[in-house]
């Protein structure tokens, strides 16, 4: 009788404590849940922001960078260049994404003269499912190049060249 009487506390004291751990996995579990919503919620937001911010044509930056100064060319025409890259871009690159675009005064055909300018821009491409003109489809160019020349000093930027040399 007194193990009966021992037993019979014990499932007791059992009861208590899975009902104790039981409440301790609800409040564990309610902290889990909170933490993956707002997790998930940050990721939503950050591919929206993604989306909305991305121009149809890929151009997902709003300038580009000048490097180590932009001798011979002012800040401005080197940014002209960069117009007018965009522009070709988002008209013939649909499905790929330009996601950095420098100058610099080395690495490229970069020259100014009254009568004839040519200048280099730099860029990192990331293709997309389909082949587009020499660019492989789902590939990554770090440094693609474009070459741009006007022939009079209020001449608009004409892309003569392009290409990528690993």
């Known amino acids: 009788m007194s193990s009966e009487v021992i037993l019979g506390n014990n499932m007791q004291d059992y009861k208590k404590i899975a009902e104790k751990a039981g409440c301790k996995m609800k409040k564990q579990r309610k902290i889990v849940i909170a933490v993956s919503g707002l997790i998930i ?6 591919i929206i922001q993604n989306i909305v911010n991305t121009p149809k044509g890929g151009v997902c930056i709003e300038e580009g960078r000048i490097v180590n100064g932009s001798a011979p060319f002012t800040s401005l ?7 007018e890259l965009k522009s070709i871009f988002e008209k013939s690159y649909a499905g790929c994404s330009i996601s950095d675009m420098w100058y610099t005064q080395t690495g490229g055909e970069n020259y100014k003269t009254a009568s004839d300018s040519k200048i280099t821009l730099h860029t990192k491409i990331i293709t997309g499912n389909k082949k587009i003109g020499k660019m492989n489809r789902n590939t990554t160019y770090n440094d693609w190049k474009w070459i741009f020349q006007k022939t009079d000093e209020n001449g608009k930027w004409q892309l003569i060249s392009d290409g990528y040399t690993p």
Do not use: G, L, Y
């Open 41 to 46: 919620a940050v990721i939503i937001v950050f």
């Open 77 to 83: 025409e080197v940014k002209d260049a960069m117009s």
